[in-house]
């Protein structure tokens, strides 16, 4: 399995930003996948997950302004209504035979 996410770049806050991550390999349309995020000298956190492929589960702080979905191998993060506290690296995230896959990471700033 191989993850391969993009769409990070520097945005003003309140605007948004798309985030793909496209999945290579054995990856079937009900593996939960997820998105993290980092922050420098902070732990990773989960931003978003979509368990099953169906049900989406969202952190507290992204809750009715971020959007994840699935489109086949390519998962999305639509990230509305950004804030400085939004910028991190983020990460696609699965799990697949008893492993756990990670992505390359895509850094998102958001201007303030």
């Known amino acids: 399995v191989q993850l391969q996410a993009s769409g990070g770049g520097l945005v003003q806050a309140g605007g948004s930003l798309r985030l793909s991550c496209l999945a290579s390999g054995n990856i079937g349309s009900r593996d939960s996948m997820s998105w993290y995020r980092q922050i420098p000298g902070r732990q990773r956190e989960l931003v978003a997950r979509l368990q099953l492929g169906v049900k989406a589960i969202y952190a507290d702080s992204v809750r009715a302004r971020f959007v994840i979905s699935r489109d086949e191998n390519t998962l999305y993060l639509q990230m509305n209504s950004l804030e400085a506290e939004d910028t991190a690296v983020y990460y696609c995230?699965?799990?697949?035979?008893?492993?756990?896959?990670w992505g390359q990471g895509t850094l998102v700033t958001v201007s303030s």
């Open positions: 995230q699965t799990n697949k035979y008893g492993r756990t896959y």
